[in-house]
């Protein structure tokens, strides 16, 4: 249902309409060129949803792996699971991103996936929501929310702080977040 989107466009994209969760897993893969299991399912499915193409899939993974990771040992050891993600391998199931329901109720022991509204320590939180332009009573409000569980509803309030417009139906999908970000931005 989504317009294909092209490997050159993933950064900015990223920065304008992910939502923390992905925008965090992103960066996390720039930083370290790797991600745990959960992370890249999280993220991956994420992408596919998005609009990334199998083969743009691998190249992009492939990449940000590299160099710890080399082309050997990727296509051996990882680009199996991306094909899975996308029906390719295995029992053929074509798998669904994770909605928010799914990614808030995870346990993320040492992983980097998870909701931050839910996993991230207030400090961490604060520092994300900043570096993101949120702040202010904004901020407060997000922050608010977070503590007492809110965590679509916090954000919510964040993609409109984002937007500078509301959002009726509010956030229930990373990628509904997504879709919803584009209308707005195109
Ligand atoms: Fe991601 Fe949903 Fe959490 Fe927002 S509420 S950060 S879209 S899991």
Request: glycine share 8%; charged share 25%; aromatic share 10%.
């Amino acid at each position: 249902e989504y317009a294909d989107i092209s490997l050159k466009d993933i950064e900015q994209l990223a920065s304008s309409s992910f939502p923390l969760c992905m925008r965090h897993l992103f960066d996390k893969l720039r930083e370290d060129h790797h991600l745990k299991h959960g992370g890249r399912m999280q993220l991956g499915l994420f992408l596919k949803g998005v609009g990334l193409k199998l083969e743009d899939a691998l190249a992009f993974w492939r990449a940000e792996f590299s160099p710890k990771v080399n082309t050997e040992r990727f296509d051996k050891e990882y680009a199996y699971s991306i094909r899975h993600n996308y029906g390719k391998e295995g029992k053929r199931t074509d798998y669904t991103p994770y909605s928010c329901q799914k990614i808030i109720s995870s346990t993320t022991g040492s992983g980097d996936h998870g909701c931050p509204y839910r996993h991230f320590s207030e400090e961490n939180l604060r520092a994300a929501l900043g570096k993101m332009g949120v702040g202010g009573h904004t901020l407060e409000d997000v922050i608010d929310k977070a503590r007492n569980h809110h965590y679509q509803l916090a954000c919510t309030l964040t993609f409109e702080a984002i937007h500078a417009t509301s959002c009726e139906s509010g956030i229930n999908h990373p990628n509904q977040y997504f879709s919803e970000s584009r209308k707005i931005l195109q």
